[in-house]
């Protein structure tokens, strides 16, 4: 990995919590019995987009539709590959709806839009970059075999790793890469052989204790040098200041009573993975 990738994860595609609401439950977090404020919805989403400007990044927005509630959880979108769009193919039939929505909106973009995977795979919610590879989660929401198909199709390299916690049911939950030696890990959520597969691969990790990993600090965007956090323990912020981060802790709870944190509301558009053909492309 070259200095210059280091500054990506600049651009940002959200989508405004206009229509956001909890009136269907697809993972343990969410109640319908529990009411958000609307009014503290918008006001976290948009500290949520000072916050990524003011440490330097960009913003794009993609008009919200009636009846998607959780489209405002747009890294559930698909993967992004340079000018490369995978939509993704959504387990819930509550949330297929958002797909065609995304797919225009890359299209208008400039980007080459892909077919959507066979077999269920909830884009960048579950595949994160981590140096060459692509961490991708599989087990609770999305399939394995999705994956064998991305690989035949873009042969991009990735690592599947299989989840194990319901609450912790994408891998944007349970990981977070930091640069190219560098991620939070909560390796509880992982089964053993995806654990030992992350131990090999992440030379220097800051492992999540459960309470850590349950408040979704691993549901983190880090831009440049700034780690942009739903929370963040005393002993987590100190840990990544001595590596060299700043720490900026955003609450969005109204979105957590939906099971998504800061990364779920945003979808890094400055992505380019590797084909592991002569290393980038
Ligand atoms: N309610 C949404 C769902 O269950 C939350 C999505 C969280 N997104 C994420 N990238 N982890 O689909």
Redesign the pocket.
Same mark, same amino acid.
């Given at each position: 990995m070259t200095t210059e990738e280091f500054t990506r994860g600049r651009h940002y595609l959200m989508c405004p919590p206009d229509y956001f609401e909890?009136s269907y439950s697809?993972?343990p977090? /969410?109640d319908t019995d529990v009411a958000v404020n609307e009014q503290s919805a918008h006001e976290q989403w948009r500290g949520l987009v000072e916050s990524i400007r003011e440490v330097g990044g960009l913003v794009e927005q993609i008009p919200p539709v009636p009846q998607l509630? %959780?489209m405002v959880?747009v890294?559930?979108g698909g993967i992004i590959s340079g000018d490369l769009f995978l939509p993704a193919a /959504?387990?819930?039939p509550?949330?297929q709806g958002e797909t065609p929505h995304l797919q225009a909106w890359f299209e208008e973009f400039g980007c080459k839009v892909l077919d959507p995977p066979a077999g269920v795979q909830?884009?960048? +919610?579950?595949a994160l970059a981590f140096g060459d590879v692509l961490v991708a989660g599989y087990g609770i929401?999305s399939e394995r075999a999705a994956y064998d198909d991305i690989v035949a199709r873009t042969g991009w390299q990735i690592l599947p790793v299989r989840l194990v916690d319901p609450r912790l049911?994408?891998? %944007?939950?349970a990981f977070c890469p930091l640069d190219d030696r560098q991620a939070l890990v909560a390796p509880d959520a992982f089964d053993h052989e995806g654990r030992r597969a992350l131990a090999d691969l992440v030379p220097d990790p800051v492992l999540l204790t459960m309470e850590e990993a349950l408040a979704f600090s691993a549901?983190s965007i880090v831009v440049g040098h700034v780690v942009v956090m739903p929370a963040c323990s005393a002993r987590l912020e100190a840990e990544l200041r001595r590596r060299g981060f700043e720490v900026v802790v955003r609450p969005v709870g109204e979105?957590l009573k939906?099971? +998504?944190?800061v990364?779920?509301?945003t979808l890094v558009l400055d992505t380019v993975l590797s084909t592991g053909v002569g290393g980038h492309d």
């Open positions: 909890v697809i993972n977090w /969410m509630p %959780d959880f890294a559930n /959504m387990r819930h509550e949330r909830e884009g960048a +919610g579950d929401r049911y994408h891998v %944007d939950i549901n979105f939906a099971g +998504g944190g990364r779920c509301l």
